[in-house]
């Protein structure tokens, strides 16, 4: 089996910064892309910040700038740091990876953590 677990969310100030962490854990033979997504309440879940394998990353206009993501492959493990937060970065952050499993059945697709929250707030 595989899990992807989020922590590192909750509440900080506007101006403030978090950093996020996913952790593969399960049957895991190989972790291509990741990513950051995260979903408002009433909106639509949004991509963030993805990475490759090999460290190529792309990100939203609005995290360009702002956000890193990061990838640890020899602890399955990506990260998201979060700097000048405003109000408009609450929201449910969700861990996405495409996952190669390790043991039959030999499934190669995307993965989902629970989510993590994040409230911006004065």
């Known amino acids: 089996q595989v899990q992807l677990v989020e922590s590192g969310g909750g509440l900080v100030q506007p101006g403030g910064s978090l950093r996020l962490s996913c952790a593969a854990s399960?049957?895991?033979?190989?972790?291509?892309?990741m990513g950051w997504y995260r979903q408002a309440p009433g909106k639509q879940r949004e991509l963030v910040a993805k990475?490759?394998?090999?460290?190529?990353?792309t990100y939203s206009e609005s995290a360009k700038g702002r956000f890193t993501i990061t990838r640890d492959n020899t602890k399955n493990t990506m990260y998201l740091q979060m700097n000048s937060l405003t109000p408009e970065d609450t929201a449910v952050y969700l861990c996405?990876?495409?996952?190669?499993?390790?043991?039959?059945?030999?499934?190669?697709?995307?993965?989902w953590g629970q989510g993590t929250q994040v409230t911006v707030s004065s």
């Open positions: 996405n990876a495409d996952i190669t499993r390790s043991n039959w059945p030999y499934y190669r697709g995307d993965y």
């Open positions: 399960g049957s895991i033979r190989s972790i291509n892309g």
């Open positions: 990475i490759t394998n090999g460290g190529s990353t």
